[in-house]
């Protein structure tokens, strides 16, 4: 009998990960005998991992916060998406050695346009944060070409660099760097995403004004725990169609399982284990 393979999470804290039931549940659905397991390293640990990964049985892992760039030195070769996002959230492992993909945005727009029908080409966007989430989701949605996309997050030097750096890459796009929520121009965007961990927590507040949220808006929050932030539930009341970041979760996960295994996700089961975790 072939032994287990291993796949897995490396972050630190991983602990309360839900990847495991999702990609767990997709193993035992194809019955292919493998594990998926957690991996909370500290920095010094990363490269000594990586390195011994293969020996280890280990073929695929996904990667979180806060080593998705911290990574790249470690890996053999990287995919287009992780070239243009600069991070990691999967990597293959196989006899060519290790190779470095990004799914984050792969799974936002799929959710996007497949699972909530969006089309983001011709739309207008803001987008609330400029960190790792937010550049792997605005790589994805300037290659479908909306009418503008603009970026606020409380430290400017991010958001700045972050539409440098799209500008570089999408030379015919719309895109600033704008100083406060009110200049996100809410009021005339189709798709307000926060990708910030404001709302994470019980007393955070709503990001943004409940005036500027109109019925017309597609509020989309990269948060999944709690299913409902407080930006969500001041949206929905507003009228506007919301979505959490389950979704986003979902297909990035399924994306990595395509990857590690060249077999097609099962999605539904993956959903159903997420579901259920989430409780
Ligand atoms: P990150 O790298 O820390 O980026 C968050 C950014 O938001 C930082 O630049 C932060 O600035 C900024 N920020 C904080 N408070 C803000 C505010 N009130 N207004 C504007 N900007 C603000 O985090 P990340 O890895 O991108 O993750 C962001 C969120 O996305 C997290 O909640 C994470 O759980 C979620 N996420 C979800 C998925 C999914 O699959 N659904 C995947 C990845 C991430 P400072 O650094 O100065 O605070």
């Not at 990287?78 to 006899?95: F, R």
């Not at 993909?101 to 497949?114: M, P, Q």
Request: proline share 4%.
């Amino acid at each position: 009998m072939t032994p287990q393979k291993i796949y897995g999470l490396v972050g630190f804290p991983v602990k309360h990960s839900l990847s495991p039931a999702m990609h767990n549940a997709a193993f035992a659905a194809l019955k292919i005998n493998a594990e998926y397991k957690l991996f909370e390293l500290k920095p010094q640990e990363l490269e000594g991992f990586f390195k011994a990964a293969a020996k280890n049985n280990i073929f695929g892992l996904n990667v979180t916060v806060p080593y998705k760039e911290q990574v790249i030195p470690f890996l053999s070769k990287l995919s287009e998406a992780a070239k243009l996002t600069g991070a990691v959230n999967t990597v293959k492992v196989s006899d060519a050695g290790l190779e470095g993909f990004n799914t984050d945005g792969e799974g936002f727009i799929k959710h996007l346009k497949e699972g909530l029908r969006f089309d983001p080409a011709g739309k207008a966007i803001a987008l609330i944060g400029a960190g790792g989430a937010a550049k792997a989701v605005s790589v994805y949605l300037c290659r479908e070409n909306p009418q503008y996309l603009s970026i606020f997050d409380v430290d400017k030097e991010k958001s700045v660099n972050l539409s440098r750096h799209l500008k570089e890459n999408f030379q015919n796009l719309d895109i600033k760097a704008v100083d406060s929520i009110q200049g996100l121009n809410i009021g005339a965007s189709d798709l307000l995403i926060n990708a910030t961990p404001i709302g994470m927590k019980e007393q955070d507040p709503c990001l943004v004004d409940e005036k500027l949220i109109h019925s017309g808006l597609l509020v989309y929050d990269l948060i999944y725990n709690p299913k409902e932030t407080r930006l969500l539930k001041t949206a929905e009341l507003k009228g506007a169609k919301t979505a959490n970041g389950l979704g986003m979760l979902l297909y990035q996960g399924a994306a990595a399982f395509e990857v590690w295994t060249n077999q097609k996700a099962p999605v539904e089961i993956m959903r159903k284990a997420l579901v259920s975790a989430l409780g």
